[in-house]
C-alpha cells in the first residue's frame, strides 16, 4: 500500500481512539490525526492597475501546507493601514485548494479609490511614499478540527503614484485629395510622478466629431522622465468615400475637431510595487488641423 494511504489510515485509526476516549482538545485531534498547521505569510503585494480615481492593489498569500493531504483555504480577513491608520478592512470567503506537501499561492485584489485616501491621510495627494501594513487571516480548514484562522502581516512603504495623461496636440494634414487623406496625429504623454516610468504598451481607440479614425497598439517602449513628457506622431490614411464626405470639409475648414482617445497602457516604474501596472485612460477635448 502507498505509504500516503498508510498514513492517513494510520491517522484516522488515531482520531478514532481519541473520540472513543472523549477528548475533545483540538490540539490533541490534530496530533492524533498526524495534521500540522500551514504557514502563511504575504509573499508579495504590488498595484496591478492605476487611473485617475484610483488603484488596484494585488498582494500574495504564500501557503506552505507540510500535510499529505491538500487542504481548502476558506478565505481570508485583511485589513490595511496606511501611515499607522486603517485605510480598509474586509474579507473574501472564495474557496482555494492548497496543494498537498508544498507552497500554494493566492492573488488577492483590493481596490483602493484616491478620495478615500485623501480623506484619510492629510496631504496625501502631495506626497511620493506612504509607510504601510497589511494584515491578514487565513482561514484554512482543517479535516475534523474545522476551521483556524492564521495571521500574517506585512510592512513596507507604499508610493503613491498618478497615471499619466496623454492627450492630441493636432493633426498634420500631409496629403489631400477628393477620396482621403494622409494625416499624422500628434499626441503628448506626460509623466506626473517624480521618478521615470517606461510605457511598454499602449493601445488606444481614436474619435474624431463621433467618427472612428483609428485603433491599434503601440509596441515600442516609451520612457519617461520624471515630471517629463514624450511627444508621439500617428500616421494614418483616411477614405472618405468610407467615413463620410463631410470629413473632407472638417479637415479643410482648419476649426478644431472634437476627439475622444480611450485605451490602456502599462507601464514599468522603479519602485518594486510598480511593476507592469495596466493604466486605462479616457480623454476628450478639442484638437485643430493644418498643413
Known amino acids: 500500500m502507498h505509504k500516503k494511504n498508510i498514513s ?25 490525526a498526524g495534521l500540522k498547521d500551514p504557514a502563511v505569510s504575504i509573499a508579495g503585494m504590488n498595484i496591478s492597475t492605476l487611473s485617475a480615481e484610483g488603484m488596484t492593489l494585488q498582494f500574495t498569500l504564500d ?19 496606511l501611515d499607522g491608520k486603517q485605510l480598509m478592512a474586509g474579507e473574501q470567503r472564495d474557496k482555494v485548494k492548497i496543494k498537498a506537501g508544498g507552497n500554494s499561492q493566492v492573488k488577492v485584489p483590493v481596490s483602493l479609490k484616491f478620495s478615500d ?3 484619510l491621510v492629510s496631504g496625501a495627494a502631495s ?18 478540527v474545522g476551521v483556524k484562522k492564521i495571521p500574517a502581516s506585512k510592512k513596507g512603504t507604499f508610493p503613491v503614484p498618478k497615471a499619466p495623461d496623454i492627450s492630441l496636440t493636432g493633426i498634420d494634414i500631409k496629403k489631400l485629395s477628393l477620396t482621403g487623406a494622409k494625416v499624422v496625429v500628434g499626441a503628448s504623454i506626460d509623466n506626473p510622478n517624480s521618478f521615470g516610468i517606461d510605457i511598454n504598451k499602449l493601445a488606444y481607440n481614436l474619435a474624431i466629431n463621433g467618427k472612428q479614425w483609428a485603433k491599434s497598439d503601440i509596441e515600442k517602449t516609451i520612457s519617461l522622465d520624471g515630471k517629463g513628457s514624450n511627444q508621439l506622431s500617428i500616421p494614418l490614411e483616411l477614405n472618405f468615400l468610407e467615413m463620410g464626405s463631410s470629413l473632407y470639409q472638417t479637415l479643410t475648414q482648419g476649426k478644431g475637431m472634437n476627439y475622444d482617445l480611450t485605451g490602456d497602457m502599462k507601464f514599468d516604474a522603479g ?19 493644418g498643413r
Do not use: R, W
Open 271 to 289: 519602485h518594486p510595487l510598480l511593476k507592469d501596472v495596466g493604466a486605462p485612460f479616457s480623454k476628450t477635448g478639442i484638437v485643430g488641423s
Open 127 to 144: 506626497k511620493e511614499n506612504l509607510d504601510y501594513e497589511l494584515k491578514t487571516a487565513a482561514l484554512m480548514d482543517l479535516p475534523v
Open 8 to 32: 492517513l489510515l494510520a491517522g484516522s485509526f488515531a482520531l478514532l481512539i481519541v473520540f472513543m476516549s472523549g477528548c475533545s482538545s483540538l490540539d490533541t485531534v490534530k496530533k492524533a
Open 117 to 119: 485616501l485623501s480623506q
Open 63 to 81: 501557503v506552505d501546507n507540510p500535510n499529505p493531504i491538500p487542504l481548502n483555504l476558506a478565505g481570508f480577513d485583511y485589513q490595511l493601514m
